[in-house]
């Protein structure tokens, strides 16, 4: 049945319809054709909005990792599941094929087993972006634990925050990480944050750096000598279709972090049928998807998403300054890859860098280009599609969220006609909607608006881990029977939609609202400008002015900086209008940005509005260090 692999447009529209004509009849058929179920379901789907609780494939019974390894034993045993390609480019890559990764995963589960891990318990994952991350997620799920990764970046404070919230009884860690040419010391961070954590009874160690390292008897063990001993056979925990699967923390707009519950056979279904065709991927392809498994875009497209096709997906240890700027291209023609995936933070960097390096590489095996974790600019979109793609491989702008599971409105490559910045249309089975401020849907095209969810989808988090009135209160209760994303939108004159930044992060200046999205690409688009922010803060006449934090190239630096804000306030004139002038610009070295790359504009408008009293936690951020830079040099 061809529902499963989308191919060309009328096909696109045809399966879309039936998707939300017939949800539960579309869900069923996909869920039937192309997974493995130990029991059927009773019930496709129960819903209600207003509780809120969705529950898919009720009764099924099912374990995720015999989708994503054993199943693929018979056929491709041989081929390779994991493509590691450690930080240090002299260091052979590792190969694991689907054999390898199921005896590799079942020794884990059967280490997990030996120290007491059960169904339920949850596991917390701090690791490097090595094998072991993807083997201790599949092991945890094997066996019915609840994994909950955390960024092997986050500070000890941060980690035990997590720890504590989910009440994790084992912490899996490193003796350290590689970044680029530095260590990081993660049994060190892990130590610390252990000083405040009750509830782990033990520290599972991986040796990655062989650093000398504290190891505290009777709770720290050196997982390799457990691993050689443990059984290479592993019978898999049956699970029901709404068992949680994992917990992933997402930083709310205030306070706690949230950790989004993701169940087992929806998530499965949801992130196996969007990676199929949001990349298009086919038979002995080679894919690689540059984010963090700390985060979901790893999660769902590193791991899960890739392996329940029998897919080869691509795990790199490093960054892509090291020891080059050149440094993924030179993995895309060592690997051939095919289809690639990164966020617009490192395309705009690597574009500071020109195309010097990224012409010495053959970049001609790739098929398909993708963008994730904010909306791409349009001079970065053509950038990666000119000099990446040479205008042959589509660029696919994906939206979605931790919250989602799974891509939410993508092109389909070689399916829709992309529009640079545009997500284009929702995926199957998405019944995407704009809401505006008084709670009406927006009809039609050419709107503006909220966007919203109005039907679940398979991948949807079920709740908040252990406060689910917070879940209702963020998503479900601003509209009606609707999803609220966070986000603004448009919806163009042919129904593409185009993400315009979190409403949070709209500004109404003299009565007019403002994303901020479009007026830092404007910016962006000056010739001396690498990268910009924008943030709201407050004025006596306007209610609101616009404050910029911008980026110079190095060429930008030399010059005035009073003629540059002219020019920079003219190039918005010319792109927006006069309304979306900056009242202040702050030439700055950097963007306090999370470890994922995105900017912390709450910690911007803070400062922008002298309060920085209020500024709060910044030891998460990927570089603290340039928050007092940018108050002392604020205008």
Same mark, same amino acid.
């Given at each position: 049945?061809?529902?499963?692999?989308?191919?060309?447009?009328?096909?696109?529209?045809?399966? @879309?319809?039936?998707?939300?004509?017939?949800?539960?009849?579309? %869900?069923?058929?996909?869920?039937?054709?192309?997974?493995?179920?130990?029991?059927?379901?009773?019930?496709?789907?129960?819903?209600?909005?207003?509780?809120?609780?969705?529950?898919?494939?009720?009764?099924?019974?099912?374990?995720?990792?015999?989708?994503? =390894?054993?199943?693929?034993?018979?056929?491709?045993?041989?081929?390779?599941?994991?493509?590691?390609?450690?930080?240090?480019?002299?260091?052979?890559?590792?190969?694991?094929?689907?054999?390898?990764?199921?005896?590799?995963?079942?020794?884990?589960?059967?280490?997990?087993?030996?120290?007491?891990?059960?169904?339920?318990?949850?596991?917390?994952?701090?690791?490097?972006?090595?094998?072991?991350?993807?083997?201790?997620?599949?092991?945890?799920? &094997?066996?019915?634990?609840?994994?909950?990764?955390?960024?092997?970046?986050?500070?000890?404070?941060?980690?035990?925050?997590?720890?504590?919230?989910?009440?994790?009884?084992?912490?899996?860690?490193?003796?350290?990480?590689?970044?680029?040419?530095?260590?990081?010391?993660?049994?060190?961070?892990?130590?610390?944050?252990?000083?405040?954590?009750?509830?782990?009874?033990?520290? /599972?160690?991986?040796?990655?750096?062989?650093?000398?390292?504290?190891?505290?008897?009777?709770?720290?063990?050196?997982?390799?000598? $457990?691993?050689?001993?443990?059984?290479?056979?592993?019978?898999?925990?049956?699970?029901?279709?709404?068992?949680?699967?994992?917990?992933?923390?997402?930083?709310?707009?205030?306070?706690?972090?949230?950790?989004?519950?993701?169940?087992?056979?929806?998530?499965?279904? @949801?992130?196996?049928?969007?990676?199929?065709?949001?990349?298009?991927?086919?038979?002995?392809?080679? @894919?690689?998807?540059?984010?963090?498994?700390? %985060?979901?875009?790893?999660?769902?497209?590193?791991?899960?998403?890739?392996?329940?096709?029998?897919?080869?997906?691509?795990?790199?240890?490093?960054?892509?300054?090291?020891?080059?700027?050149?440094?993924?291209?030179?993995?895309?023609?060592?690997?051939?890859?095919?289809?690639?995936?990164?966020?617009?933070?490192?395309? #705009?960097? /690597?574009?500071?860098?020109?195309?010097?390096?990224?012409?010495?590489?053959?970049?001609?095996?790739?098929?398909? /280009?993708?963008?994730?974790?904010?909306?791409?600019?349009?001079?970065?979109?053509?950038?990666?599609?000119?000099?990446?793609?040479?205008?042959?491989?589509?660029?696919?702008?994906?939206?979605?969220?931790?919250?989602?599971?799974?891509?939410?409105?993508?092109?389909?490559?070689?399916?829709?006609?992309?529009?640079?910045?545009?997500?284009? $249309?929702?995926?199957?089975?998405?019944?995407?909607?704009?809401?505006?401020?008084?709670?009406?849907?927006?009809? *039609?095209?050419?709107?503006?608006? #909220?966007?919203?969810?109005?039907?679940?989808?398979?991948?949807?988090?079920?709740?908040?881990?252990?406060?689910?009135?917070? @879940?209702?209160?963020?998503?479900?209760?601003?509209?009606?029977?609707?999803?609220?994303?966070?986000?603004?939108?448009?919806?163009?004159?042919?129904?593409?939609?185009?993400?315009?930044? &979190?409403?949070?992060?709209?500004?109404?200046?003299?009565?007019?609202?403002?994303?901020?999205?479009?007026?830092?690409?404007?910016?962006? !688009?000056?010739?001396?400008?690498?990268?910009?922010?924008?943030?709201?803060?407050?004025?006596?006449?306007?209610?609101?002015?616009?404050?910029?934090?911008?980026?110079?190239?190095?060429?930008? !630096?030399?010059?005035?900086?009073?003629?540059?804000?002219?020019?920079?306030?003219?190039?918005?004139?010319?792109?927006? *209008?006069?309304?979306?002038?900056?009242?202040?610009?702050?030439?700055?070295?950097?963007?306090?940005?999370?470890?994922?790359?995105?900017?912390?504009?709450?910690? /911007?408008?803070?400062?922008?509005?002298? !309060?920085?009293?209020?500024?709060?936690?910044?030891?998460?951020?990927?570089?603290?260090?340039?928050?007092?830079? =940018?108050?002392?040099?604020? #205008?």
């Amino acid at each position: 049945m061809s529902n499963y692999h989308i191919k060309h447009l009328e096909e696109y529209f045809q399966v @879309y319809r039936k998707s939300v004509n017939q949800p539960e009849a579309f %869900w069923e058929e996909i869920a039937e054709e192309n997974f493995m179920w130990r029991k059927k379901w009773d019930t496709v789907l129960e819903w209600d909005f207003s509780k809120p609780a969705v529950k898919w494939f009720k009764g099924a019974k099912l374990n995720i990792t015999e989708n994503c =390894i054993d199943r693929h034993l018979l056929t491709r045993g041989e081929q390779t599941a994991i493509l590691f390609e450690p930080n240090d480019p002299n260091e052979p890559a590792e190969h694991i094929t689907y054999k390898q990764l199921s005896v590799r995963v079942n020794k884990f589960a059967n280490v997990l087993k030996s120290k007491g891990i059960q169904k339920g318990d949850r596991v917390c994952i701090y690791l490097p972006m090595i094998p072991e991350l993807s083997i201790a997620l599949l092991a945890c799920a &094997r066996i019915g634990a609840i994994h909950s990764v955390v960024f092997a970046g986050f500070s000890a404070t941060a980690l035990a925050t997590r720890i504590n919230d989910s009440d994790c009884k084992m912490v899996i860690t490193s003796d350290g990480s590689f970044r680029g040419n530095k260590t990081i010391d993660l049994k060190g961070i892990v130590d610390e944050a252990m000083d405040s954590c009750t509830c782990v009874e033990s520290v /599972l160690v991986v040796k990655r750096i062989n650093s000398e390292i504290q190891m505290k008897s009777g709770r720290d063990f050196w997982i390799a000598p $457990l691993l050689e001993k443990a059984s290479d056979a592993c019978e898999i925990e049956i699970m029901d279709a709404e068992d949680p699967l994992f917990i992933l923390y997402t930083s709310g707009s205030t306070g706690m972090p949230k950790g989004m519950v993701h169940s087992t056979a929806g998530y499965m279904v @949801y992130t196996a049928y969007t990676f199929k065709n949001a990349f298009q991927y086919k038979e002995n392809d080679v @894919y690689w998807c540059t984010a963090d498994i700390g %985060w979901i875009t790893g999660h769902s497209y590193i791991v899960y998403g890739p392996l329940a096709n029998g897919a080869t997906t691509v795990m790199f240890e490093g960054v892509p300054s090291y020891p080059d700027f050149g440094r993924f291209w030179k993995i895309v023609q060592k690997h051939k890859i095919n289809q690639f995936y990164t966020a617009p933070t490192a395309i #705009r960097a /690597l574009a500071k860098h020109g195309t010097e390096l990224v012409n010495t590489y053959d970049l001609s095996s790739l098929k398909v /280009l993708g963008s994730v974790g904010e909306p791409i600019n349009e001079e970065a979109w053509h950038w990666y599609n000119d000099n990446i793609g040479k205008k042959k491989s589509p660029i696919i702008d994906t939206w979605w969220q931790t919250e989602t599971g799974g891509i939410m409105i993508t092109p389909i490559p070689y399916v829709t006609p992309t529009k640079p910045t545009y997500a284009t $249309l929702p995926f199957i089975g998405i019944q995407a909607c704009l809401m505006d401020e008084n709670g009406q849907e927006l009809n *039609g095209n050419q709107v503006e608006g #909220r966007l919203c969810i109005k039907f679940p989808w398979p991948s949807i988090a079920r709740t908040i881990w252990g406060n689910h009135q917070r @879940y209702k209160e963020t998503y479900f209760s601003a509209y009606e029977n609707k999803y609220f994303t966070g986000d603004g939108a448009l919806r163009d004159e042919v129904g593409y939609y185009r993400i315009t930044g &979190r409403v949070d992060d709209v500004i109404i200046v003299s009565g007019h609202n403002l994303g901020t999205a479009p007026i830092e690409d404007a910016i962006n !688009e000056h010739p001396a400008v690498v990268e910009s922010a924008i943030v709201g803060f407050p004025h006596d006449v306007k209610g609101s002015a616009l404050y910029g934090y911008v980026i110079l190239k190095d060429t930008g !630096e030399s010059r005035n900086h009073a003629n540059l804000r002219k020019e920079i306030n003219q190039v918005i004139t010319e792109h927006i *209008g006069p309304i979306a002038k900056l009242d202040k610009i702050q030439f700055t070295d950097g963007l306090p940005k999370t470890r994922s790359g995105k900017i912390m504009r709450r910690i /911007l408008r803070k400062i922008a509005a002298n !309060e920085m009293e209020r500024i709060g936690d910044i030891s998460t951020l990927l570089n603290p260090e340039v928050v007092q830079s =940018i108050i002392e040099n604020k #205008r």
